[in-house]
Structure formats: C-alpha cells, structure tokens
C-alpha cells in the first residue's frame, strides 16, 4: 500500500516557540492530506482538511492561526505549531488519500510534540 | 456521517479468531463502513471496506448483515501483533471524505 511519512517523529520544544512538522507521501501524489491530534487514552481528533494549492479547512474550535497548515505540494504538507504551549504537547497525525479507485486513507506514523 | 458503538474492550487468544462488533443503526444507504486499527504510540492502520457485501483480504474479513444496521470485522488467526485499538466508521465513500473516529475496541491477544 501507499507510504506516508512523518517528520520529525518525536519533538521537544520550549513553550512560546513554533514547531514544524512535514508529511509527505512518498510514493503517490496527494492532493489531499488530514491532520489529527491525539491525547493520551483518547481518540484521533481531524483538526483540518489540507489540499493541495488551496487553504486548509478547519475543524471547529481549531484556532487556524494557531496551526498553520501549509499544502504547497502534491507531496508535502506541512503543519506549523505556533507559540506552542504545553497544553498542545499530544500525538500529531497526518493521512493522505491515495487518488484513483483505492478508496483509503493512509496515515503518517505520527509525531509526538512536548513543550516544556 | 453515521454514528457507531463498539465495545470498549475485548481478549482473545492467540490462534483463536478475533471478532469485533460494531453498531451502526443510523447508516445510510451511500454509506462504507470502514475498519482502522492503531497499533499503541503509531498511526492508523486501514483494514478493510464494504458497503453491503462481505469482503474479505488478507488481514481481515467483514461481515455486514442484511439489513447493514451492523457489522462485524474477523481476525481469523488473531497473533501478539494484532493486540492494538480497532476503529470502526462510517462514512461516504470517497477518499476525500474526512474520517471520524469514535473510541474504538481495545483488542488485547494473550498466549
């Protein structure tokens, strides 16, 4: 099946500075990618839809100049934490839709951000 | 999107079939269910699909019945590896289409 990959995996940061994760699919063009947040013991939450060369869509109650979502490619997505602060340490995860007639979505093995 | 109820946990033994519920009672006519798994600390894992009919691959069958109101994933040789939390949704088909995770089972494999 289709790969996505996640970078970086694992991201220690101090609070009031802005963190960047990648995701990129590494063998098929995208032109759509999901990000999720995860807390401990709880489910994946979607935070925004991203498509490529268009703005992304948020979910409601997520602050969209907060996390910066940026779809510049077919391949890449990044999402940008801004002024992050201990309450947004969780499990970051992206999926990208493989276009054609597969029908699933593939996720990113997923990074985890602590802000100290 | 329909709403699903899964049971928040289930054991099973290694070898042994491993059947998961899942509850959709308000799906609609041009909704899939889709099964999702995530294995603790890594991203979903998609499984398998339908709409009406059983499907099976080679990680899993779905059975869903007659009147779709329900369905069930099977792990036909449940191992160690499989022990992880297993989502059920309902959605419209279309990879594009956002997925909405609900609490899943927790599916623990023992020796």
């Known amino acids: 099946g289709a790969v996505v990959s996640q970078h970086p995996s694992w991201v220690i940061c101090k609070s009031g500075t802005s963190v960047k994760i990648e995701c990129r699919s590494l063998?098929?063009?995208?032109?759509?990618m999901f990000w999720y947040r995860q807390f401990p013991k709880q489910s994946l939450m979607l935070m925004a839809t991203?498509?490529?060369?268009?703005?992304?869509?948020?979910e409601q109650g997520v602050e969209k100049d907060k996390f910066l979502i940026n779809h510049a490619s077919l391949t890449l997505s990044t999402l940008t934490v801004t002024s992050a602060h201990p309450e947004d340490s969780s499990f970051y995860i992206c999926?990208?839709?493989?276009?054609?007639?597969?029908?699933?979505?593939?996720f990113g093995p997923g990074t985890r951000l602590t802000v100290t | 999107d329909a709403k699903t109820t899964q049971p928040p946990s289930m054991d099973c033994a290694e070898g042994r079939a491993a059947n998961l519920p899942c509850n959709h009672s308000?799906?609609?006519?041009?909704?899939?269910v889709y099964w999702y798994r995530q294995i603790h600390s890594q991203g979903p894992q998609y499984i398998i699909h339908?709409?009406?009919n059983n499907e099976t691959n080679e990680m899993a069958s779905l059975i869903i019945t007659e009147d779709r109101k329900s369905s069930t994933l099977i792990l036909p040789h449940a191992t160690l590896r499989d022990t992880a939390v297993y989502y059920c949704?309902?959605?419209?088909?279309?990879?594009?289409?956002?997925?909405?995770f609900g609490t899943g089972t927790q599916l623990k494999v023992e020796l």
């Open positions: 999926s990208a839709r493989e276009p054609g007639t597969s029908d699933e979505q593939y």
């Open positions: 063998d098929f063009q995208a032109t759509t």
């Open positions: 991203s498509n490529e060369g268009s703005k992304a869509t948020y």
């Open positions: 308000t799906i609609s006519g041009n909704e899939y």
């Open positions: 339908g709409l009406k």
């Open positions: 949704i309902v959605r419209v088909g279309g990879g594009g289409n956002k997925l909405t």
